[in-house]
C-alpha cells in the first residue's frame, strides 16, 4: 500500500511539474508568434565543441548545466494578451522569487528565478517582456542548474531578445 502511494505521488509530482512547463507549449505552432525551443540534447552537442578563446569556454561550460531553453515572441496584440495571461498563470504556481521588475517607456520587464543550493545557482529563470504598442512581446524560461553570472555570455552567443535585460538581472544578483 505504502508503494502505491508513493508511486502515485511520484506520478502527479510529475505530471505538475510537465504540465507547468506545456503551458508556453501552446504557443510554438501559433501564427504570430515566433519560437525557439532548445533542448538538453542540443545543449549537450553544443558543449561538444572545442573552443579556443575563454568567453566562448565560458558559454561552453555554461550550456553544460542547461536542460531548457523556450522563448517565445510576437508583436501581435491579441497574442501578447494571451501571453501575458498564460505568464501570470505560472507566476500563481511556479513558486518563483522576483528578481528585477523594470517598466520604462510602456515597456515592462520581469524577471524571476527559482533558486539553486547557492546564493548565485539558479534552476529556472523566467522572463517577461510587455512591449509597448508596436513593441515585441517576450516570454523566456530557461531551465538547468547554471550560475545567473554567466548569463551575458548566454545572450551574447544565441542573440536572445531580452538579452539586454538579462544582463542588468544578472549584474545585480551577484
Known sequence: MKKALLTLALLLATNMFFGQQSLFDKFEDQDKVTAVIVNQKMFQL?????VEDKETQQYVNLIKKLDNLKVFVTDNSAKAVEMKSTADKYLKSAN?????RVNQGGKSVKIYVRSGSKDTLVKELFMFVEGAPKEQTVLLSLVGDFDLNDISVLTDKMNLPGGDDLKKASK???
Open 46 to 50: 553544443m558543449s561538444k565543441m572545442k
Open 96 to 100: 518563483l522569487e522576483e528578481l528585477m
Open 172 to 174: 545585480g544578483k551577484k
